[in-house]
């Protein structure tokens, strides 16, 4: 058999036809319409974020602004570090001249003040715990929140005892 007389090779013809085919099978597989395969992924349970508790647009100092445990632990620091130049009395006249202020300044005041030897000296923490002692010995009735300066100090207004 001659694969190849004048021009007319069959050679050629074979691997045109091959390449014809090849490409309708391609065509071909690639237009079927099979469905995806699905793949069920298990589902995921996104824990609740707690929501914080909400402050109150504005609270005076007779809204329980502090806890009991702060000022019994502010007494303390007091006794310690305020008592041998303030008594009460002082914070008394204190407290009436910042009346309508945000406790905030207040506490901001006592921090870059006090103790008048050695000002800002106490932690964060320990100016606030004498500041919920002083109210408390002005009369303010504690409640079931901490006071805290990042937290909504700005919102409380001083009233006078």
């Known amino acids: 058999m001659i694969l190849c007389n004048q021009g007319n090779c069959m050679l050629g013809k ?13 065509v071909a597989g690639c237009s079927t319409s099979a469905e995806p395969e699905v793949i069920n992924t298990p589902e995921v349970e996104v824990a609740a974020i ?4 909400a402050i109150p647009e504005k609270r005076t100092l007779n809204d ?26 002082f914070y008394r006249g204190v ?3 910042w009346a ?10 006592i921090l870059g003040e006090m103790p008048a030897d050695n ?10 715990e004498v500041i919920a002692y002083i109210l408390s010995e002005n009369g303010f009735p504690a409640g079931d929140t ?11 207004s001083i009233v006078a005892p």
Not at 14 to 26: D, Y
Not at 50 to 53: A, C, T
């Open 14 to 26: 074979l691997r045109n036809l091959l390449i014809a085919f090849s490409l309708l099978t391609f």
């Open 50 to 53: 707690p929501e914080e508790p």
């Open 64 to 89: 329980g602004v502090f806890s009991e445990a702060q000022a019994s632990a502010g007494q303390y620091v007091y006794d310690n570090s305020c008592k041998t130049c303030h008594d009460m009395r």
């Open 95 to 97: 407290l009436r001249s």
């Open 100 to 109: 309508n202020q945000p406790l905030i300044d207040f506490w901001y005041s």
């Open 119 to 128: 000002p800002g000296s106490l932690s964060d923490n320990e100016y606030t």
């Open 146 to 156: 901490e006071l805290d300066p990042n937290n909504g100090m700005e919102q409380i």
